[in-house]
T-cell receptor, first 116, second 110 residues
C-alpha cells in the first residue's frame, strides 16, 4: 500500500559532501515536490516538477538541485552539504496540474538528514 | 506577501471538541486544505474546502469563510490518537503549489 517511498529514513553526511535524496511514487502522479520541514517553520518548498525533465524553483532552492528523468522518480541533490541543511526532507506527489484542487498531496515518510 | 497563521499549540481533553483556526493572506485563492502529521510521520491529507461552508468527514469537519480569509478544523469526540500537528495550506495558484501554515500541535489530555 506504500505510495511514496523515500530511500533513506535517516542520513548523516559530512560538510561539503554531495548528497542524493531519492523519492519514488507508484501512483502515476504528474506533480512531485521536495520540501524541508523545520520546527516552527512549517513546510518550505525547495523544488517541484510537473513533468519529466521539468523542474521549477520553490521558495528556498539555494544549495539544492533536482532531477526528474522518469515520471515516478524525483531526486533532490545537495551540491555541497552544509550544517544549515540539517533538516527533515519530505517528498510529495499529486495529480496533474489541472486536477480538482480537492485532491491532496501524498507524502513520503521523510528523510532526516544531519550534516556534521 | 502570502502567509497563513494558526496557533502553535492547542490543548484539549479526551472526548471533547476542539477547533483549530487558520487565517490566510494570499494573492488569489484556490482552496484551503488540512493535513495531519503525527510525530515522526508523514503529513496526511484530511480535508479540503473550495467554497464557503462546512465539510464533514466523520469526526472531523472543516469550515471556510472566503470573505473573512478564515477557516477552521473541528475535531469531535477527541481520541488520544488525534494527538498530532495539524497544518492548514492554501493552494497558491493554478499550478497546485501549496502555501503552508507553521502547524498547530494538538495535545490531548486524558
Amino acid at each position: 500500500d506504500v505510495k511514496v517511498t523515500q530511500s533513506s529514513r535517516y542520513l548523516v553526511k559530512r560538510t561539503g559532501e554531495k548528497v542524493f535524496l531519492e523519492c519514488v511514487q507508484d501512483m502515476d502522479h504528474e506533480n512531485m515536490f521536495w520540501y524541508r520541514q523545520d520546527p516552527g517553520l512549517g513546510l518550505r518548498l525547495i523544488y517541484f516538477s510537473y513533468d519529466v525533465k521539468m523542474k521549477e524553483k520553490g521558495d528556498i532552492p539555494e544549495g539544492y538541485s533536482v532531477s526528474r528523468e522518469k515520471k515516478e522518480r524525483f531526486s533532490l541533490i545537495l551540491e555541497s552539504a552544509s550544517t544549515n541543511q540539517t533538516s527533515m526532507y519530505l517528498c510529495a506527489s499529486s495529480l496533474f496540474q489541472g486536477a480538482p484542487a480537492g485532491y491532496g498531496y501524498t507524502f513520503g515518510s521523510g528523510t532526516r538528514l544531519t550534516v556534521v | 506577501g502570502q502567509s497563513l497563521e494558526q496557533p502553535s499549540e492547542v490543548t484539549a481533553v479526551e472526548g471533547a471538541i476542539v477547533q483549530i483556526n487558520c487565517t490566510y493572506q494570499t494573492s488569489g485563492f484556490y482552496g484551503l486544505s488540512w493535513y495531519q502529521q503525527h510525530d515522526g510521520g508523514a503529513p496526511t491529507f484530511l480535508s479540503y474546502n473550495g467554497l464557503d461552508g462546512l465539510e464533514e468527514t466523520g469526526r472531523f469537519s472543516s469550515f471556510l469563510s472566503r470573505s473573512d480569509s478564515y477557516g477552521y478544523l473541528l475535531l469531535q469526540e477527541l481520541q488520544m490518537k488525534d494527538s498530532a500537528s495539524y497544518f492548514c495550506a492554501v493552494r497558491r495558484g493554478s499550478n497546485y503549489q501549496l502555501i503552508w501554515g507553521a502547524g498547530t500541535k494538538l495535545i490531548i489530555k486524558p
